[in-house]
């Protein structure tokens, strides 16, 4: 079955918000701190968790990525010193990333630059309607591609 004519009109402004949205990011963060948006998005979850470690595979997880993408992101944060791995004292066979003090002054110094750009790029169009209502649209879709709740989200309340 078609789409309808609304439906069809969403998706392809949604499908653009997609396909855009990451170039932008990744302009900005580029430019301004050398880094790939999802290589700040690595250190921004490493930052938020306790002791500033999480488990590669739960790592994984939160960002949305495979283990062999994780693994080959975190070896490039590793040499730049941003990023440690370890093995995990709870599990032998597992590995643990844990954000460095480089790492997270280099997440502090980016994060600015980020949420201008996040403001800028996304929300300086909305108002608070529009806010609350893409929080609730993003939800719902949430819902369905991810039932399970594998990707963790941080800001929840």
Same mark, same amino acid.
Not at 5 to 32: H, M, S
Not at 54 to 66: I, Y
């Given at each position: 079955?078609?789409?309808? &004519? ?5 998706? @392809? ?9 990451? +170039?932008? =990011? &990744? ?26 470690? *999480? ?17 080959? @992101? ?7 010193? =941003? @990023? ?57 879709? *949430? ?5 399970? +709740? ?6 929840? +309340?």
């Amino acid at each position: 079955m078609w789409l309808t &004519d609304d439906e069809l009109r969403a998706w @392809v402004r949604f499908i653009g918000v997609v396909q855009l949205l990451p +170039g932008v =990011l &990744d302009t900005q963060l580029q430019r301004d701190s050398q880094l790939s948006h999802f290589e700040y998005y690595t250190l921004a979850i490493l930052s938020e968790a306790p002791g500033r470690t *999480l488990r590669m595979t739960g790592l994984a997880a939160r960002t949305n990525s495979t283990l062999p993408r994780l693994s080959h @992101v975190v070896t490039r944060l590793e040499k730049r010193g =941003l @990023v440690a791995r370890t093995e995990c004292p709870e599990d032998r066979r597992a590995m643990n990333a844990t954000l460095t003090d480089d790492g997270w002054q280099t997440v502090v110094a980016a994060a600015p630059g980020h949420a201008a750009q996040v403001r800028d790029s996304v929300f300086a169009g909305l108002d608070a309607d529009d806010v609350a209502h893409l929080h609730r649209i993003s939800d719902a879709i *949430l819902e369905r591609i991810d039932p399970e +709740g594998r990707r963790s989200l941080p800001y929840e +309340g």
